[in-house]
């Protein structure tokens, strides 16, 4: 007999938010079903999703395990920020993302941000919102990085827990793998409460971008 999973069980299971995973559900790209309203996944369906996607991509063959290197995220595109609202700190990071030679069209950022969050909030806990999306108009992954020194106002959160660190991700539609990998990093790394206490107590872009890249 298959198991079954919720969305939450398979966020967490992906390590992802749930809004991810929904968004994966409606549009068809994750096997699943609906009761009434609620999503429902086989276990079995969903392990062999993620293996085809690890599998199947020869470009995310190449990626390091720890796929938030470098290259995705620079100590340019951290931004430390003593107060702000929820709506500041999206607009600020699709600036700093667009000045990425990977992002050709801020707009289409923009609006792919805001849409997805109008889906549910990407504050997955622990302090940590981590908005994300794929769009056409993105040529590879990238990522930019907000550290708000008082809790961000207006950002909703799983745990109900204020947030302070935002992880903004951008990719093309194609890039599954090297996508979840990111925000499997970037949510391991900061469920480590030492490590977001040393992020949020620091102004230097350096140093938390030293603590977010993966060892190369």
Same mark, same amino acid.
């Not at 340019?76 to 709506?87: C, F, G, T, W």
């Not at 302090?127 to 040529?139: A, N």
């Not at 907000?146 to 992880?167: F, H, M, T």
């Not at 970037?186 to 469920?191: D, F, Y």
């Given at each position: 007999?298959?198991?079954?999973?919720? !969305?939450?069980?398979?966020?967490?299971?992906?390590?992802?938010?749930?809004?991810?995973?929904?968004?994966?559900?409606?549009?068809?790209?994750?096997?699943?079903?609906?009761?009434?309203?609620?999503?429902?996944?086989?276990?079995?369906?969903?392990?062999?999703?993620?293996?085809?996607?690890?599998?199947?991509?020869?470009?995310?063959?190449?990626?390091?395990?720890?796929?938030?290197?470098?290259?995705?995220?620079?100590?340019?595109?951290?931004?430390?920020?003593?107060?702000?609202?929820?709506?500041?700190?999206?607009?600020?990071?699709?600036?700093?993302?667009?000045?990425?030679?990977?992002?050709?069209?801020?707009?289409?950022?923009?609006?792919?941000?805001?849409?997805?969050?109008?889906?549910? @909030?990407?504050?997955?806990?622990?302090?940590?919102?981590?908005?994300?999306?794929? !769009?056409?108009?993105?040529?590879?992954?990238?990522?930019?990085?907000?550290?708000?020194?008082?809790? !961000?106002?207006?950002?909703?959160?799983?745990?109900?827990?204020?947030?302070? !660190?935002?992880?903004?991700?951008?990719?093309?539609?194609?890039?599954?793998?090297?996508?979840?990998?990111?925000?499997?990093?970037?949510?391991?790394?900061?469920?480590?409460?030492?490590?977001?206490?040393?992020?949020?107590? @620091?102004?230097?872009?350096?140093?938390?971008? @030293?603590?977010?890249?993966?060892?190369?």
């Amino acid at each position: 007999m298959h198991e079954i999973m919720t !969305i939450e069980e398979v966020a967490a299971y992906m390590r992802v938010s749930e809004r991810t995973v929904y968004d994966w559900a409606q549009k068809g790209d994750l096997p699943g079903g609906k009761l009434g309203t609620t999503w429902r996944f086989k276990r079995n369906d969903v392990e062999n999703w993620v293996n085809s996607r690890l599998s199947s991509k020869p470009v995310a063959a190449k990626v390091k395990s720890g796929a938030t290197s470098s290259a995705t995220l620079t100590a340019e595109r951290v931004l430390i920020i003593e107060e702000a609202d929820k709506n500041t700190v999206l607009r600020r990071l699709v600036d700093l993302l667009a000045e990425s030679p990977f992002v050709h069209n801020r707009d289409d950022l923009l609006n792919g941000i805001f849409a997805r969050e109008e889906l549910m @909030s990407t504050g997955i806990g622990f302090g940590v919102g981590v908005p994300h999306v794929r !769009i056409d108009s993105v040529t590879d992954l990238v990522m930019a990085v907000a550290v708000c020194k008082r809790p !961000i106002a207006g950002y909703s959160s799983l745990d109900n827990e204020p947030v302070q !660190i935002v992880c903004m991700l951008a990719a093309r539609p194609d890039q599954h793998a090297k996508y979840i990998r990111a925000l499997s990093t970037v949510s391991s790394r900061l469920k480590d409460a030492e490590t977001r206490k040393l992020i949020v107590a @620091s102004d230097n872009p350096s140093f938390i971008h @030293s603590q977010l890249i993966a060892t190369e």
